[in-house]
């Protein structure tokens, strides 16, 4: 990464040789913070197309299009490392909870990916679908990201290839190990999924059929992702009772593979884990001491969100949704699932017994019929329905049709602050980019697909918990150097022209649990790609956003 300084005297030096320029666009006068986590300067950034050309003391010069920044923050735009915006992108490109925050791109891929996609498994994502509907129009994780540009998006875009993915590609939702034919197959597709542009493989290991793949299967796909230059990303096997193995696993498979590895939203699950993040902090630290690129990803909150599929133990899941309520529908079957969920156990991640019923918020169910019970705990709806909170949830499974979407509170705001701290720490907001219009208001969601950035550079920079510069490092250049990014994450000549301005003592996030569809404030303009998206805290409706490829693509 170039130094803001160097890129000062090259911006000097250029104007006093040249004399007055103009630029397709000029940001005047603002506050740089250019993503390495120096200290800001004020000064000017110039753009020709989509490319950075001048940061710093520009002097005569003039811009086609000038943005007054005095009194405001200039900075790369934000990588979100966790996104779940693939899906709200096809029913509206314009991505405006993230944009609104800065981010410029979304990254894809805890576990599942857009491609590569059997025919079956085309039918059981379309039978799944929720409020979105849409046509399956491609094969292969390449062709997905095309159809999301080619539809128009307004932010970059970027995605792991799934393990799950992969895996049930080959061997649908079995149980089992692959042979080592499958095994081969399977490591083709990763093959193919990193000289097509993904940046690596992600595993969700807490779910079915995630959980079924054992650590050498995990091994060997991470190797070839290692090959292609791209890193292993993981949802680790457990982030409560198990965590420290877990941790132990995903370092076992950096060093076995060859390969850096990332934690997906790091955390200590259950009030009797919290303690635990001292010694995960100290494993992390050892393994990146002896050589292992080991980092992780957060989100900005202290309850997390997925489905009551993270509530009953794996077993049951075996096959997919339809075999799964099955299962539930036989009365012994059902009676052992129920004593399953109120047991302590190392055996699977039970975040319902971590959260308890009155810290399961129901957010996102199929049935119409059902959307009433949203913003209810699931404590509240068993007590309407004379039924334990266990019974109401597999209930609620088979009446949705889907493994309805929860939030579960889970952490302690003490780590939630530590873990921010950490030099190796960036963030995601493991959510979609929704707009509090349209199909997003049939559901809720979890506030932190509204705020997890604003959260980050407004109420945690002003209390102090880390200062803005390094903030924006964490939300750029950390996270470009992890994925392995050529010229983005940084504000500097050379590099791609995604930039956020914003006013840092009003960014603020409003949105709740009870009232999540609230914008962010303070964001004021976003460019990406050198295009306007956000023009005085107006989205312009442009959709300038690209694929961003990991390195295995570039190698070719």
């Known amino acids: 990464m170039r130094n803001l300084s160097v890129a000062f005297v090259m911006a000097m030096s250029f104007s006093a040789c040249a004399g007055p320029v103009e630029y397709d666009v000029l940001i005047r006068n603002g506050t740089i913070y250019d993503g390495s986590g120096g200290a800001p300067v004020t000064g000017d950034v110039a753009i020709n197309g989509d490319t950075v050309v001048a940061v710093g003391a520009i002097g005569a010069a003039k811009g086609r299009t000038e943005i007054d920044a005095k009194g405001l923050a200039v900075a790369p735009g934000f990588i979100n490392m966790l996104s779940w915006a693939g899906t709200p992108l096809l029913a509206d490109g314009r991505s405006q909870s993230d944009i609104r925050q800065g981010v410029t791109l979304e990254v894809f891929g805890e576990g599942t990916s857009g491609g590569p996609l059997t025919p079956a498994m085309k039918t059981e994502i379309v039978e799944q679908q929720g409020d979105i509907k849409y046509a399956i129009e491609w094969t292969t994780l390449k062709e997905y990201l095309d159809h999301l540009v080619a539809k128009g998006v307004s932010t970059n875009v970027a995605s792991f290839v799934g393990a799950t993915t992969v895996r049930t590609y080959v061997l649908g939702e079995a149980n089992r190990e692959p042979t080592a034919a499958e095994l081969d197959t399977m490591r083709g597709l990763v093959a193919q999924a990193m000289r097509e542009g993904a940046l690596g493989v992600g595993s969700s290991l807490i779910y079915a059929p995630a959980f079924y793949a054992k650590t050498p299967e995990l091994i060997a796909l991470a190797r070839v992702a290692g090959e292609h230059g791209g890193i292993y990303i993981s949802h680790m096997r457990s982030e409560g009772n198990r965590l420290l193995e877990a941790v132990d696993e995903l370092i076992t498979i950096a060093r076995e593979a060859k390969v850096p590895a990332e934690i997906y939203h790091l955390k200590a699950a259950g009030k009797e884990n919290w303690t635990k993040l001292d010694e995960v902090i100290r494993k992390v630290e050892v393994a990146r001491a002896a050589g292992l690129e080991i980092s992780a990803d957060m989100y900005t909150y202290t309850a997390g969100s ?46 319902y017994l971590a959260a308890g019923a ?22 509240e709806v068993a007590k309407s329905r004379g039924k334990s909170p266990e019974d109401t949830a597999t209930d609620l499974v088979i009446e949705d049709g889907s493994r309805v979407q929860v939030v579960y509170f889970l952490m302690s705001e003490e780590n939630v602050r530590r873990q921010m701290a950490l030099p190796w720490m960036s963030f995601s907001s493991d959510a979609g980019s929704m707009a509090p219009e349209g199909v997003f208001l049939k559901s809720s969601t979890h506030p932190r697909a509204y705020g997890s950035f604003a959260r980050a550079i407004g109420r945690y920079t002003r209390e102090g918990v880390l200062t803005l510069q390094d903030a924006v490092r964490k939300l750029t250049s950390q ?13 500097a000549p050379g590099y791609f022209a995604d930039v956020a301005v914003f006013d840092p003592a009003k960014v603020e996030d409003l949105a709740t649990y009870e009232k999540p569809h609230q914008y962010s404030t303070g964001m004021v303009h976003v460019l990406v790609n050198g295009v306007a998206v956000l023009k005085d805290g107006v989205h312009t409706g442009a959709t300038p956003g690209r694929v961003v490829k990991g390195p295995g693509a570039k190698a070719r």
């Open 306 to 351: 997925t489905g009551l599929d993270a509530a009953m133990p794996p077993w049951v899941q075996e096959g997919g949704h339809a075999a799964w309520t099955n299962r539930l529908k036989d009365p012994k079957t059902r009676q052992r699932v129920l004593r399953e969920m109120t047991t302590r156990t190392t055996e699977w991640e039970n975040l």
């Open 358 to 379: 009155e810290g399961t918020l129901l957010v996102g169910f199929k049935n119409d019929a059902l959307k009433p019970l949203t913003g209810k705990t699931l404590a």
């Open 479 to 491: 996270p470009a150097r992890v994925l392995r990014i050529e010229k983005r994450g940084s504000l």
